[in-house]
């Protein structure tokens, strides 16, 4: 099966740093993009930044460039943010995502989603 | 940045009725860059379709879409009970940005 789990969410003060993690499991990792995807409660999802599958061309939204870095590991199928300086409006649902595009290429939608992990953002 | 509004915000029907959801770009979508995603209470989005009209693996036929331009539709031919969720578009060639969702509620 097909699988995505995040981990490194929790409570942390304003003006600090947090490092999430997403494992993959049951798909060829090293052959997708992956990307993260944050959704406040009641909101829509927000794209956040993706990366191809070798590292070779990574992109972020306007909102989280300059203090948020996606990083990934093929060797241990695992997706990274880190994430600085945040902010209460960095709270939410943190997903890491698969992008549906074949052979590494970006398609910009996502097929795999994890559960999540949450972060909270307040003093 | 493409904005997109999603209407209506809520819409209550009844299993068997027929849903159709709207999508509407602030600009055109470039070669039809729209995916739809389901979403229940404590899951994670569901792809359902993408390039406006194409379904995903595993998709049932009840779901379609269309539309093109700035408007696009996601409709749902006879609800099921495991259909009420909320459905997110996102446009996917220039901003990647998502709507705020339509939730399907049953009457």
């Known amino acids: 099966e097909v699988q995505l789990a995040e981990s490194g969410g929790g409570l942390v003060e304003p003006g600090t740093s947090l490092r999430l993690s997403c494992v993959g499991s049951g798909f060829m990792f090293d052959e997708y993009a992956m990307h993260w995807v944050r959704q406040v409660p009641g909101k829509g999802p927000e794209w956040l930044a993706g990366?191809?599958?070798?590292?070779?061309?990574?992109f972020y939204a306007d909102s989280v460039k300059g203090r948020f870095t996606i990083s990934r590991d093929n060797v241990k199928k695992s997706l990274y943010l880190e994430m600085s300086s945040l902010t209460p409006e960095d709270a939410a649902l943190y997903y890491c995502a698969k992008d549906r595009g074949d052979r590494g290429w970006f398609f910009w939608y996502f097929d795999v989603w994890g559960r999540g992990t949450a972060v909270t953002v307040s003093s | 940045e493409i904005v997109l509004t999603q209407s209506p915000g809520i819409v209550s029907l009844s299993p068997g009725e027929r849903a159709t959801l709207s999508c509407r770009a602030s600009?055109?979508?470039?070669?039809?860059?729209l995916a739809w995603y389901q979403q229940k209470p404590g899951q994670a989005p569901r792809l359902l379709i993408y390039s406006a009209s194409a379904r995903a693996t595993g998709i049932p036929d009840r779901f379609s879409g269309g539309g093109s331009g700035t408007d696009f539709t996601l409709t749902i031919t006879s609800l099921e009970p495991e259909d009420f969720a909320v459905y997110f578009c996102q446009e996917y060639g220039t901003s990647r940005t998502f709507g705020h969702g339509t939730r399907v509620e049953m009457k």
């Open positions: 990366i191809s599958w070798n590292s070779g061309g990574i």
């Open positions: 600009q055109t979508v470039t070669s039809r860059y």
